[in-house]
């Protein structure tokens, strides 16, 4: 299992390379995904990447729940455990 | 628009029942017929539901085609139309997943490199056929076309064959469209998060999302006159329809666009906001589609917000994708003959964040109305309004401005000019940050601004259209997506292939860019370069747009050239020709060469698979009367590339110009560039006429040099296509 920290890690590589932000980028867990450039289509393919590397299932209702990069980790955290 | 025109038939094939009787009374009794899905394993997915019509209707082929077939048969035998009449009726189809039910088992076989568990026809892999299907069966030859700017492709094709009559072109169109449910649809809309998990609840708090329906819905239009002279029984009267595109987002549709729409379908009709009965809301019941609908009707309304009724009829059709238009067409059109509106099904509660719209709840409410609004949104931000009339003495005439369209500016991306970049660029979509652009949609962003100019903050021009061509499609996007479908499962189908797999993608993208937020078309076929060029120089000589930017654009990939190649087809070949037509004013007030105008066109509906020497006779002739000149004024004639239409085409021209006319073959430039063949033929032809003499490998027959002050003839057609002609006059340069 992955520690929180791994998982910052590992949010932050796919929306690096999502967005192709600098490879330097920190994300607090108060940062708004919208404020990254997450777009509602950017939206779903962040979560798509997720569910595909995790090997999770993300319902509508978690989906619709996500505003901050802190409630992504900690919605993987929670499917993940 | 200045000629009435009328609704005498209509025909539908849906889910909630077959025929217009059993159609008005599931609509009516708001009775939607969800059901779980069962035409493919619906387990992976987190919705299970959908709306599909009953299987004895379905066919063995696409069941697009069966739907389709059935609503001609009841609107043409509903509108009372004998045998005799129906050769001169054109069709106009709208479809966005035809042919999608077989091909991806036949691209994953390719992808696999095994054979394939069956063997398919032309017709279950092309989406042409679902015009080529209704065409041939009635016998039609009159203007023809299939339209797919995603889920407002219905309305656009009713709009299209509205035009054709009005302008005189044909007396009577089929238009509507077909749609069957699809693995692969459904697993974008999933992969988007669209779908509902219970209802489609349109408007109401409660709303989760779309659920995924079928089938098909056809209307016959007819002159009024043309009506009136055989003793039709008139339904409706089409008063209007317009044409927008957002120019902002891919997929999240925008307010804005909506109302440009609605407003440009008002002042065709010279309608007043005010005098409206009903607004038929596309009405997904996505929350993001319905709020910004909701804000663009209340915006319309204005002080009338609270009188006038806003109902859906997807609460109980469901979504039924790019036929959706022609069924809100079909839905208003009966409530205007009993004056009945159909409640809204599926809403439970008052969303508080949405303008307070008049919905008509509960049950059907009696409203003898007389005008109705009917929209249509779609991925691309593509939106079309409709607006019939119940009816009334007829109209008086009005005063409609007379422009004249010429091109001013042309474009090629192919490999002999060697303006294609090397594969793999992924440039961003404008304004976003997180979506890249497939290398289609990023060609013609290449094109356009090879025309345009670099994009920049664009202000939104609400007469500037982009109007397109394609065979195909993004063909990469539908691949990646059949793919990951096949391979992992429907949570591996990525959101943006889904998103931008439409065929208004990359027209979208440049709307976008240049805030070109007319209309966004896209036709589809081996004609459809043609069709875009002629609609485009009519779009301003009607008066609804100043500037178009059209052609046409084609993605070649392995698994298509080796289905062309099947097909009995020489090599097709990845291009891009855009072409920059304008009304002639504007382009003479900002100091533009007038290159070429289109003296006359004609398209003739696909009659026989692959068009014959009679057909394209034909077509020659209706193009040459159109432009009021003879064969013998024809200084030149451009061949279609299609090597099973080659003989046709020697056969027809030298029947039409028993002399000899210089032959122009664009296979040894280009190969066969599909719908990228006219725009690519109109290039080459302004490139003569500039220099003097046509290109040396493209002479097949007759003197090189170039013919001044003669125009030259523009033949295409292809497979389940039809023919479209078209006359160009190449102006003298000063």
């Not at chain 2, 995603?150 to 309305?155: G, L, N, P, Q, R």
């Not at chain 2, 409410?365 to 007829?394: C, D, I, M, T, Y």
């Not at chain 2, 490139?687 to 490998?697: L, S």
Request: charged share 15%.
């Amino acid at each position: 299992m992955r520690t929180v920290s791994q998982l910052e890690q590992a949010l932050t590589t796919i929306l690096v390379r999502q967005l192709r932000l600098p490879e330097e980028t920190i994300l607090s867990h108060d940062t708004l995904l919208e404020d990254v450039g997450l777009d509602s289509l950017g939206m779903l393919s962040f979560i798509a990447v997720i569910e595909r590397d995790f090997g999770v299932g993300i319902s509508d209702r978690d989906y619709e729940s996500l505003s901050t990069f802190g409630d992504a980790v900690a919605l993987v955290e929670r499917l993940t455990q | 628009m200045t000629r009435d025109i009328v609704v005498t038939g209509l025909g539908v094939v849906s889910p909630i029942g077959n025929g217009v009787v059993a159609f008005e009374g599931a609509l009516l009794a708001g009775r939607p017929n969800v059901t779980s899905v069962e035409i493919f394993d619906a387990a992976p997915y987190r919705t299970r539901i959908a709306q599909t019509v009953c299987a004895g209707l379905r066919g063995p082929g696409d069941p697009a085609i069966a739907f389709a077939l059935t609503a001609a048969e009841e609107a043409i035998s509903h509108a009372g139309l004998s045998v005799t009449m129906l050769p001169g009726c054109g069709v106009a189809m709208a479809t966005t997943a035809a042919g999608w039910t077989a091909t991806p088992h036949l691209f994953e076989s390719f992808r696999r490199d095994a054979k394939p568990a069956a063997s398919y026809s032309p017709e279950e892999l092309f989406k042409e056929a679902v015009l080529f299907a209704v065409a041939s069966c009635f016998d039609l030859h009159g203007p023809s076309a299939l339209l797919s700017p995603a889920c407002a492709a219905a309305s656009s094709a009713i709009a299209w064959a509205a035009q054709r009559i009005h302008d005189g072109d044909a007396e009577v169109m089929l238009a509507g469209a077909a749609d069957a449910l699809t693995e692969v649809v459904f697993a974008g809309f999933h992969a988007m998060r669209l779908l509902a998990d219970d209802a489609c609840r349109p408007f109401s708090a409660s709303r989760r999302g779309l659920v995924l329906s079928e089938g098909a819905a056809i209307l016959v239009l007819e002159s009024e006159s043309h009506a009136r002279d055989r003793g039709a029984t008139i339904l409706a009267r089409l008063t209007g329809y317009g044409f927008s595109c957002d120019a902002a987002h891919p997929t999240t549709p925008g307010s804005d666009g909506v109302l440009r729409a609605m407003t440009s379908a008002l002042n065709d009709a010279a309608l007043a906001p005010g005098a409206l009965d009903q607004v038929s809301a596309h009405g997904t019941g996505s929350p993001a589609n319905d709020a910004a609908e909701a804000h663009a009707i209340a915006t319309l309304l204005g002080d009338r917000l609270p009188d006038v009724p806003v109902t859906a009829i997807k609460g109980t059709t469901g979504h039924t994708e790019g036929a959706a238009g022609a069924f809100g067409a079909l839905a208003a059109v009966l409530s205007l003959q009993h004056d009945a509106l159909p409640p809204l099904a599926g809403y439970t509660e008052t969303d508080p964040s949405l303008p307070p719209l008049r919905l008509t709840l509960n049950n059907p409410q009696p409203h003898p109305g007389r005008n109705v609004l009917v929209n249509a949104s779609g991925f691309g931000g593509a939106n079309a309004a409709l607006l019939f009339e119940k009816l009334a003495p007829p109209r008086p005439a009005q005063h409609m401005p007379t422009r004249r369209a010429v091109i001013t500016a042309c474009a090629a991306l192919t490999a002999r000019d060697g303006t294609l970049p090397p594969p793999g660029e992924a440039p961003f979509w404008p304004g976003s940050h997180s979506l890249p652009l497939d290398r289609i949609a990023g060609l013609v962003m290449s094109g356009a601004a090879r025309l345009l100019g670099p994009a920049s903050a664009p202000q939104i021009d609400p007469e500037a259209a982009v109007v397109l061509g394609t065979s195909y499609g993004s063909q990469a996007r539908h691949e990646s997506m059949w793919a990951a479908l096949a391979s992992d499962g429907p949570r591996a189908v990525d959101p943006n292939d889904f998103a931008l797999s439409t065929f208004n993608a990359p027209g979208s993208a440049v709307a976008s860019a240049y805030g070109y937020g007319g209309a966004n078309l896209v036709f589809v076929g081996a004609t459809a370069g043609a069709t875009a060029i002629e609609e485009s120089s009519r779009l301003i000589t009607s008066g609804r747009a100043r500037r178009v930017l059209t052609g046409a654009y084609e993605e070649v990939t392995p698994y298509f050239q080796r289905l062309l190649a099947s097909l009995g087809e020489c090599d097709a070949a990845e291009a891009v020709c855009l072409l920059a037509i304008e009304d002639e004013a504007s382009a003479q007030s900002r100091g533009a060469t007038a290159l070429a105008s289109i003296l006359g066109h004609t398209a003739c509906a696909p009659a026989v698979m692959w068009p014959d020497a009679e057909d394209l006779l034909a077509s020659m002739r209706a193009a040459l009367a159109r432009a009021a000149i003879q064969p013998r004024d024809i200084g030149a004639v451009t061949l279609d590339p299609h090597a099973n239409t080659r003989e046709a085409q020697r056969s027809a021209i030298a029947t039409l110009f028993p002399g000899s006319v210089t032959l122009i073959d664009l296979v040894p430039i280009y190969c066969n560039c599909l719908a990228a063949s006219a725009p690519l033929a109109m290039k080459v032809t302004l490139d003569a006429a500039a220099v003097g003499r046509w290109p040396q490998d493209a002479v097949l027959r007759g003197d090189p040099a170039f013919p001044p002050g003669r125009p030259v003839l523009i033949n295409t057609c292809g497979l389940m296509s039809g023919c479209v002609t078209l006359v160009v006059q190449p102006h003298a340069r000063v």
